[in-house]
T-cell receptor
Framework: DTEVTQTPKHLVMGMTNKKSLKCEQH?????MYWYKQKAKKPPELMFV???????INESVPSRFSPECPNSSLLNLHLHALQPEDSALYLC?????????????FGPGTRLTVL | GQQVMQIPQYQHVQEGEDFTTYCNSS?????IQWYKQRPGGHPVFLIQ?????EVKKQKRLTFQFGEAKKNSSLHITATQTTDVGTYFC?????????FGAGTTVTVRA
């Protein structure tokens, strides 16, 4: 099973809402990632979790708050977002986060902030 | 920091023709990975190249890693409509993957 699942597929929220994105993998991977992808652009790394600990925060605004409840789950909590945060949010996982590890991407959540 | 550059940005191909997309890094890479993203989809891993001069084939797709491990190419022969999408190369940069800008391929039937 090389699948990473994400919910919801689509999300529309207002700037005052609080919502959460969820990601799950059952491949035994110990590295998990959140990416943001704008149209016609490559994915941009936001956060990296390694062995359930936040190891990298790419200077992401605090209105995005990641959480890793266990080795299979990754959440992204959203609060007070701006319209420019509208994008495809991708979760990925890798075996251990080493340089040679392949990253497997989930289908993404298409977020629209009104 | 390391940058991965990819050309061309867009490739319009007649069905049945061949094309190549190129990826260049400012530094030597330990490996390079290729992903394909269909319209409305997410990046899907295609292949990883590790060895200098390595060539790998997947049906009509041929991937090559340069001798100096600073460049790579993806060549598609006899393009089909199923090849539509954006192809990204990506190389490790410290703790993360550095993605090229992608080559978006459209196919004329």
């Amino acid at each position: 099973d090389t699948e990473v699942t994400q919910t919801p597929k689509h999300l529309v929220m207002g700037m005052t809402n609080k919502k959460s994105l969820k990601c799950e993998q059952h491949m035994g991977h110990r590295a998990m990632y959140w990416y943001k992808q704008k149209a016609k652009k490559p994915p941009e790394l936001m956060f990296v979790y390694s062995y359930e600990k936040l190891s990298i925060n790419e200077s992401v605004p605090s209105r995005f708050s990641p959480e890793c409840p266990n080795s299979s789950l990754l959440n992204l909590h959203l609060h007070a977002l701006q319209p420019e945060d509208s994008a495809l949010y991708l979760c990925a996982s890798a075996l251990a986060g080493e340089r040679t590890d392949t990253q497997y991407f989930g289908p993404g959540t298409r977020l629209t902030v009104l | 920091g390391q940058q991965v550059m990819q050309i061309p940005q867009y490739q319009h191909v007649q069905e049945g023709e061949d094309f190549t997309t190129y990826c260049n890094s400012s530094t030597t890479l330990s490996n390079i990975q290729w992903y394909k993203q269909r319209p409305g989809g997410h990046p899907v891993f295609l292949i990883q190249l590790v060895k200098s001069g390595e060539v790998k084939k997947q049906k009509r797709l041929t991937f090559q890693f340069g001798e100096a491990k600073k460049n790579s190419s993806l060549h598609i022969t006899a393009t089909q409509t199923t090849d539509v999408g954006t192809y990204f190369c990506a190389g490790p940069n410290d703790y993360k993957l550095s993605f090229g800008a992608g080559t978006t391929v459209t196919v004329r039937a």
